[in-house]
C-alpha cells in the first residue's frame, strides 16, 4: 500500500458544545495543521499516488471555506459541533466529493483511501480515516 | 474510523540485559516523549474520541508511576528487560485498564483501540498497538 | 550566556485591524505554540538558569489570562491590534512583572533577558526580546 | 502488534518525467528524510522488535546506494521514475531482501511488516508499506 | 527586539568543490526548508515586524529563482562553491535588495536586519545574518 | 555572521542535587538531544563554517564520553551537579578544546563561538554561548 501526505493549516475561531469542555466552552480559537493523506494500493501511469499539485489545491480549497473564520457563525455549520475530531471527518468528507468529482484528476479515482489529521498543539491531535 | 492523539514525557534511568544491547547494558537513562493514541469507530455524545482533558490525566498517571524513576530498582519491574517495546506495551495495558475501571468516563468504555509510541530519540521510536 | 527554554501553548479568537491583514481582518483564531526563553550570564546557587517548574507555572499563569478566550472582548486589551509581535510582547512584559515581583523565586531576580517566540504555525512565528 | 522506527536521510538529485511533474521535470534534487518502520506481533527473545543497532545499518547500507548520487545516472534505476513512492518502495523491497538473507539477524526473520516514510520537505512525504 | 520567521523550501541539485566535500563532490541534491527572519527594534504601523503576506512572497520569489534546478548549471552562479552557507548568504542578500526596492513595502525599509537559515537534514542546517 | 548546527544526542543516567529539583533528586535519566552550532563572520577557504564531517566527528567524540553512563558516577564528574545547563556548557567547553587542539582542521581555528543547545524533551531546553 502506496501514500502521500502533504500539509496545509488553517485558523479559525470556534466554541464547543458540552460541560466536558470546561473553558473550551467560551469562545475560542486554533490552529489546525493539517495533514492529508492520499491511499492506493497501486501507483498510477505517472508513478505516484496522486498528482500532489492538485491534491495541494484541493486541501487548500477545502481549507479556504473554513479558514479565518467564526466557524459558529458559519451557515453550513449550524448546529455541528465543531470539535477536532468532527473538522477532521468534515475535510476527509469534501475531499472525497472532489475526488469523486475530477478535481484531483482522472487518475485520483483509483484512490483507496483518506486520512486527515489536525494537529490542534504540539501535544494534541484528531483524526479521522475512511475509504473511497 | 477516527482517533486522538495527546502527547507527554517521562525522564527513566535504566539498564538493558543481553550482549545485542551493547553499551546500553550500562545504567544510563531516557527521555520517553509518549504519544498515547485513542480509536474509535464513531463518536460519543459529545462529538469527541475521547475526553481530551480526562485521557490526559490518565496518560500522567501512568506515566507518574515510572518518571523519575530507575526503573531497575522498582518492584514492579523486577525480571522485566525494560525495553522501549516493553514499555510501550506496559503504558498501553496500564491505559487500558483505566479504561475499563471507568477512569476515562462512561464514555470511554467505547473505544476500540490503543496505539503508545515512545520517541527515545530524534531518531528512533516504538510502539505498541492494542485493541480493547 | 546561559539560556532555558519552556514550551506552552494558548488557543484564542480575535480579529486584526488594518487592510494589511486581509482575511485576518475576520473573527478567526490560533494556537500559539509559546517558548519562553529565560537568559542569564552566570547560574544560579543550584546550577540552573531558573527554577525550572517555577518558569513553567508563570507561563501558564501568564498564558491563562489569554487563553481560550476572545481577544476581541478582553478589557485589558481594548484598543490592542492583537497582533502575534503584540502578544509576544505583552507575555515577555507579564512575565518581566513576575519575575520582578519574586514570584520566580529570589535567584531569578539575577536573570538578564526574556525571549519569548509565539508559533502560529507550520510556517510563521513571531518573537520579542528583551532585557530584565 | 509492535513497531521499531528508525530515521536516517539521503541527498539524490533527479529528474522526473511526465509533464504532470511541472518544474520537476529539470534535473533537481531532495533530502529525503527516511523512517523506516519494522513491524511484527511478538517481540523477539531480546525483548525487542529487532536489534535496532543491525536495523539501523541495514537502513544506511540501503540509503548509501543512493545517496550523493544523481539518480538519472545510475544504472539499476535506468527507465525508472524516480518518484517519492517508487524510491520508499525500492527502499522497502531492498531491506525485505536484507531481512531474509539474515542481515538483521536470525530473528529478523521474524518480523511481520516494513513501512518506509520519505518526508521530501516540511509539507510533503510518501511511504509504502509492505508485508515480510 | 521584535522578529517574524516565515518558512518555505527549494529543491536543487548540485555538487560542491574540494576535497573536504569528499561524496558530496558528485552531483546530488537536497531539499532546502528555509527560514527567513526579519527584525526590527520597533513595530510599524500595522503593529507588525512585515507584513508577513509580503514578506512570504518575496521569500518565494527569491527562492523560484533557484528551486527545482540544477545550481551547476546556473549562470548566475557559475564559479560559485554553492555550499549551503553560500546559500543562505545569497538568499539574505537578495532578500535585502527586495526590500530596499520596496517590494516588501515602505514600512519594510525600517527593518533592522535579516537572518536565513537553511535545514538541509533532521542533522543539519546552516544560517547567515546581516544588517539592512 | 555565520553559523552551522549539526545534531546529535546522548542517553544518560543522572541525579540532581538540591531540594528545588523536586522528583529529579531521585535516580532518573534523560535523552538529550544536542543541536552543536559553530559560529564565523567570514567562511573559510572551502567556502563553509566547518568541516561538517569534522564537526559532526567532533561531537559524537565529547558526546562519548558521557553517552549511555551514569553521570553520577563518572569520576570527571564528581562534585558536579549535572543540571542541563552545566552540560550545556561542559560539551561546549569540551568541543571548544578540540577546536584548538586542532581535531576539526586549521581552518577550525578560525571560528569565533560557539552555541550548545540540549533539548531534554518536547517542552524544555538548556544552552551555552560562549565565544573561541
Known amino acids: 500500500m ?3 501526505t502533504v500539509r496545509d493549516h488553517m485558523m479559525i475561531a470556534h466554541s464547543l ?3 466536558a469542555f470546561g473553558p473550551a466552552q467560551r469562545l475560542h480559537g486554533a490552529t489546525y495543521v493539517v495533514d492529508a493523506t492520499f491511499r492506493r494500493a497501486e501507483l498510477d501511469e505517472n508513478d505516484v499516488v496522486v498528482d500532489i499539485a ?8 477545502v ?3 473554513l479558514d479565518y ?9 449550524a448546529g455541528t459541533n465543531t470539535t477536532t475530531e468532527v473538522l477532521a ?3 476527509a468528507d469534501r475531499l472525497a466529493d472532489r475526488i469523486r468529482a475530477g478535481a484531483l484528476g482522472d ?3 483509483g484512490l483507496d483511501g483518506l486520512l486527515v489529521t489536525l494537529h490542534e498543539s504540539h501535544l494534541a491531535s484528531a483524526a479521522y480515516e ?3
Not at 492538485?54 to 480549497?61: E, K, L, N, S, Y
Request: zero cysteines; proline letters at 3%; glycine letters at 6%.
Open 63 to 65: 481549507l479556504s471555506e
Open 17 to 19: 458544545r458540552g460541560a
Open 54 to 61: 492538485r491534491a495541494t489545491d484541493a486541501v487548500r480549497d
Open 2 to 4: 502506496f501514500s502521500v
Open 107 to 109: 487518475a485520483a479515482r
Open 89 to 91: 471527518r468534515l475535510i
Open 130 to 132: 475512511r475509504g473511497l
Open 69 to 77: 473564520r467564526n466557524l459558529d457563525d458559519e451557515p453550513a455549520l
